[in-house]
Nanobody, 128 residues
Framework: QVHLAESEGGLVQPGGSLRLFCTASGVTLDYYAIGWLRQAPGREREGISC????????YYVDSVKGRFTISRDKAKKEVYPEMNSLQLDDTGIYYC?????????????????????WGQGTQVTVSS
């Protein structure tokens, strides 16, 4: 069983940065691709990035490309999404999730049904 936990989010001003992390317990992350998903107010949850375990390849949706970076430390069982140039639309609950595959699904990593294990989520609010 994979247990995932996100770090605490917070309140960030527009244009600011925030680095979250996701910690896994119970298992090694070597066998799981890890995704980050977001649920904005009034909207469905959607994947925004994913990092493969096999080769560290990363994927991003267009709305965060160039602003968000995802990395991982397998030894620490942690994954780090770093979010820069935050915008009001980035407000939402952020989740890390694992898929039972070492590789992110390139064309469907944004779909929540691609993921098998979930953290509890953490609130990120972008506001002035």
């Amino acid at each position: 069983q994979v247990h995932l936990a996100e770090s605490e989010g917070g309140l960030v001003q527009p244009g600011g940065s925030l680095r979250l992390f996701c910690t896994a317990s119970g298992v090694t992350l070597d066998y799981y691709a890890i995704g980050w998903l977001r649920q904005a107010p009034g909207r469905e949850r959607e994947g925004i990035s994913c990092i493969s375990s096999s080769d560290g390849r990363t994927y991003y949706v267009d709305s965060v490309k160039g602003r968000f970076t995802i990395s991982r430390d397998k030894a620490k069982k942690e994954v780090y999404p770093e979010m820069n140039s935050l915008q009001l639309d980035d407000t939402g609950i952020y989740y890390c999730a694992a898929t039972i595959d070492t590789d992110c699904p390139p064309s469907t990593f944004h779909r929540e049904d691609e993921y098998d294990y979930w953290g509890q989520g953490t609130q990120v609010t972008v506001s002035s």
